[in-house]
């Protein structure tokens, strides 16, 4: 009887290891059924210029399984899956604001997710998700038509979605940290996505005046042009369109800002190139006057606003005009 017990007792093992390997199969096969049917109709729309909120909810759903079951994923999302989908949806600027904003806010809080990039060494996560929010909050007004008065009584609201973005967003580890280090208060501007652009670049700023080794210095000019990306790129429609009254409010203040508090970063090497440009794109004659017309009001206002933050720059230790 003890015999046949433990032969009874194998075959349920054997059983249960067939049943799983079974299973495993069957999630296998509709995974690869979601992929091959429905995934190649979802990426055709990421570039939509009106997606709407399920594009976002089921490519983060797809991410999601990506993550689950990787050998799932189709041969031009391999060998990192996770990476890929995150490439499409969320670290692409040609993909809207709207679906990036929604897109990350299902995807940052999640610790697996996280996890696994620490697992495969991808170190840039959370500078490319921190330089996706930071492209966010600046494009926040792109849609908005370009003869709109600026009342702040009437200034739109950010979304919900931005908000909660921005929030979950300096809750990574590398933002923490440079906020922590310049004792930067959330609780004062956690409502405002723009204040928070702001707040953020100035603490990187103090940060890297606090570092002492040369090593640490360059390490951070690398990591804050990871944060910032083509900064003029994700604000030129409104600079193109002269408009509207808020974008140029918003393109000046956050460059002026950059200008001011990162002057001991634009004046290294690797940061000279973008300070030259900036002095190109928004304060040089031929940027600010349109052929036969004079300088626009909205755009008079935001320099004569702004301008007090470039000058401060130039007349800093580092002398950068």
Sequence with gaps: MATLRAVQGHGNVGICALSVSVAKERHLAVAGALWRNFFPFLKSLRLSQTPSSQLADTAAGYTLLA???PSSAPPDLQPQPVVSMMQLFAWDDMVTSQLVSRYL????PNSVLTDSFNGIGYSSYQALSIRAWIRC????YIDQPVSAINKTANEPMPTEQLVELTRLVFKL????NILMKARVDQKSYKQDPKNALLQFIKAAGTTYGSLQALSE???MVTKCQEYIGDILKY????LTKRGPVE???ITYRTIGYLVRYWALILATSKGQQLLFRIIDYLLLPHA???QDKGLLPAMLAAIRETLPLFLQASISDTVLF
């Design 247 to 249: 974008g140029l409010q």
């Design 137 to 140: 909050v600046l494009q926040m």
């Design 67 to 69: 993550l689950e079951i």
């Design 105 to 108: 806010s299902h995807l940052i």
């Design 173 to 176: 580890p590398e933002a923490e």
């Design 288 to 290: 600010l006057f349109q």
């Design 217 to 219: 210095k360059s390490a």
């Design 235 to 238: 604000v030129k429609p409104y």
